[in-house]
């Protein structure tokens, strides 16, 4: 069995975190893995961009933080930019052994209208994919 000691878990920084959040915490446990965890901050204006990797900050600083105190080795990346684009690239410079993250669980219309970053990165990533669907 391929055991997991790097994880990358790409965070939303939305309500479905918690759920992907608890997955990767016991799994990080179990197998004395580190956790690196991602957002991609999506912009559109340079104040936005800088709003949005503020508030990112401070939701990934807070997980750090309680996942060190679980003892847990957590590191933070955030990068910019279109969120399939920016995760294929991160696990393409890094040496990742696992990506877990959480689904939105979108209905038929909604898949359709606003595309899927796990359903992309499905068919391109080359390392495995821990998808979790959130509590609902």
Do not use: W
Request: glycine share 6%.
């Amino acid at each position: 069995m391929r055991l997991y000691r790097k994880i990358l878990v790409a965070i939303d920084c939305s309500a479905v975190d918690e759920t992907i959040m608890e997955h990767v915490s016991a799994l990080a446990l179990q197998l004395g893995a580190s956790l690196h965890l991602l957002h991609v901050v999506h912009s559109h204006t340079l104040d936005q961009e800088r709003i949005l990797r503020e508030e990112s900050a401070i939701i990934l600083n807070r997980y750090r933080d309680k996942l060190q105190n679980e003892g847990i080795d957590v590191k933070i990346i955030l990068r910019s930019g279109e969120p399939e684009k920016e995760i294929l690239g991160e696990t393409g410079e890094n040496s990742y052994d696992l990506l877990a993250m959480a689904t939105h669980g979108h209905s038929l219309p909604e898949r359709i209208l606003f595309g899927s970053v796990s359903r992309t990165l499905r068919q391109k990533i080359t390392i495995p994919l821990l998808l979790i669907q959130p509590d609902h």
